[in-house]
């Protein structure tokens, strides 16, 4: 067989996930929020072949003890979407303009559904592997768009700037406003939990898009949101459109007071800062579910646990915990039988570059 028929590896990529720490529902609206990139993630390795009509793709996720494998091959002469990865690179091909042949394979340690980015991580990886680009706005940008054409879920930029401008040992103080940033370090005697719910979430199949479109009423009728005081949101009538105000004002206002107790350490004021995220994100926004109203109750009762909350853009998914990683009786953790993942905080994507032979 001649070298011009084979494969060769042309781009490696590393793609951290996210977990949100303070702020969901916060970024389509211009607010604030703060996650942390996290050492769950999405390899691609892109061999070129332009020698081929066809992206033979492998992707395998390893979350369980039993990884699961998919397979799929792509003709970018007659593409047929037939399934979610295949909708997924469709969109990626189309955003970027490129006719990527060969083969691609992805390795995943992100769970699917559970509120960590893993559409994030996995678009940003194959934008990578495809075509060489900045880690930048545009990049963040660009994903977003390959998220709204797959799902049809119009997600603000929160996954994307989480990922694409990590830096390890920090969260991400972000102002929607204008895309603007602050690295707050995270001090290292705390460690950060991740617990799934065991209910895989969907945005695309949930209530997402109705709060985005009641988000954007708000503010047609009332003004924006970013800008509004607690009395403002308390003044509006409409019952529904209050509980959603209500929720992103006050938030916005939780993710300075959580950035501040973060830098000063304040167990006690991280404590109630997170309680109360968690019970407007339940009560105001209505995203939670008994579920994991109740597994993050079950949480906050541990010894060395500051506080638990709903995390992502909620109706199933993961939830949150920071702790205090001296006090923290892992057991009780454990004896949840939930899958738990105990987590370091991530650096953005690596890529690898080799000269392409084919």
């Known amino acids: 067989m001649s070298s011009a028929s084979v494969d060769h590896l042309t781009k490696k990529v590393i793609c951290p996930g996210r977990v949100n720490l303070i702020g969901d529902h916060t970024d389509y609206a211009h607010g604030l929020a703060m996650p942390v990139a996290i050492n769950l993630f999405t390899q691609a390795e892109f061999y070129s072949n332009e020698k081929s009509n066809f992206l ?9 003890q039993e990884p699961t494998i998919e397979k799929l091959r792509l003709d970018f002469n007659n593409i047929e979407i037939s399934n979610r990865l295949a909708k ?25 559904g559970a ?21 930048d706005l545009h990049l963040a940008k660009l994903a977003q768009d390959v998220e709204h054409k797959a799902t ?46 065991g209910i895989e979430r969907q945005l695309s199949n949930s209530n997402y898009t109705l709060k985005v479109n009641a988000v954007q009423l708000i503010e047609e009728r009332y003004g924006k ?9 308390n003044a509006i009538t409409d019952p529904e459109l209050k509980q959603i105000a209500r929720h992103i004002v006050s938030e916005n206002r939780r ?22 995220s968690h019970n407007s994100l339940s009560r105001d926004y209505s995203v939670s579910l008994p579920e994991i109203d109740h597994l993050v109750s079950a949480v906050n009762s541990i010894e060395g646990v500051i506080g638990a909350r709903l995390t992502g853009g909620g109706y199933g998914g993961c939830i949150v915990a920071l702790t205090q990683k001296e006090q923290l009786d892992q057991s009780e953790i454990l004896n949840l039988q939930q899958p738990t993942w105990f987590i370091e905080s991530a650096d953005a994507p690596i890529q690898i570059s080799q000269p392409n032979i084919s």
């Open 56 to 64: 033979n793709v492998t992707t395998e996720t390893i979350v369980d």
């Open 88 to 112: 997924f690179i469709a969109s990626a091909v189309d955003v970027l303009g490129v006719t990527p042949t060969g083969s691609l394979r992805i390795t995943s340690t992100l769970p699917i």
């Open 115 to 135: 509120g960590l980015s893993s559409s994030a991580s996995f678009v940003i990886a194959l934008l990578l592997s495809f075509k060489d680009l900045d880690l």
């Open 152 to 197: 049809s879920a119009a997600t603000g930029l929160l996954d994307q700037l989480a990922i694409i401008f990590a830096k390890k040992g920090t969260a991400s103080l972000i102002n929607f406003s204008d895309n603007s940033m602050e690295n707050i370090r995270i001090p290292e005697d705390l460690q950060i939990l991740i617990i799934h719910s």
């Open 225 to 233: 949101l970013n800008e509004m005081l607690p009395t403002d949101a």
């Open 255 to 276: 993710v300075i007071e959580y950035s501040e107790a973060l830098m000063a350490n304040d167990v006690g004021a991280l404590k109630e800062i997170i309680s109360q």
